[in-house]
Each structure stands twice: as C-alpha cells, then as structure tokens.
C-alpha cells in the first residue's frame, strides 16, 4: 500500500499525518525521515486490516449445524 492509497481510504491530510508524529506540517513536509515515516503508517494500517480480516473469518467460521 502507498501512502496515496491510505490517504484516499481514510481521507487523511498530510497535515493529519504530521499530527500522528507530533510534528507540525512543516516540520513533516521537509523532513528527510518522511518517506519512513509514512511507510510506517502504511505497514501499521495494513496490519490492522489484516487482524480485522482474521477476527472476521474467526466469526464467519462458526459451525451451526445441530448435531452435537
């Protein structure tokens, strides 16, 4: 996922982002850690997916047959 996608997923600023690093929106825009920063982001959206992905299928996985 680029950080583009994640924006569009979530409507997400940049000036959003900054606030996630406790960082004003200057301070992230020239700062030489961004591409790390937002790759970060990133890989930590994903993975929460994929725990929401795996909590659903542990739900849908359910037998609901009667016989014991």
């Known amino acids: 996922m680029t950080i583009s996608e994640l924006k ?4 997400l600023t940049q000036k959003q982002i900054a606030q ?3 960082m004003t929106y200057g301070a992230f825009a020239n700062s030489s850690a961004k591409e ?3 790759n970060a982001l990133c890989k ?3 993975f929460l ?3 929401e992905k795996k909590k659903n299928q542990d739900t849908t996985d359910v037998e ?3 016989e014991p």
């Open 64 to 66: 609901t047959s009667d």
């Open 36 to 38: 790390r920063y937002e």
């Open 20 to 22: 996630f690093f406790n």
């Open 8 to 11: 569009k997923r979530t409507g």
């Open 44 to 46: 930590f959206y994903s």
């Open 49 to 51: 997916r994929e725990g």
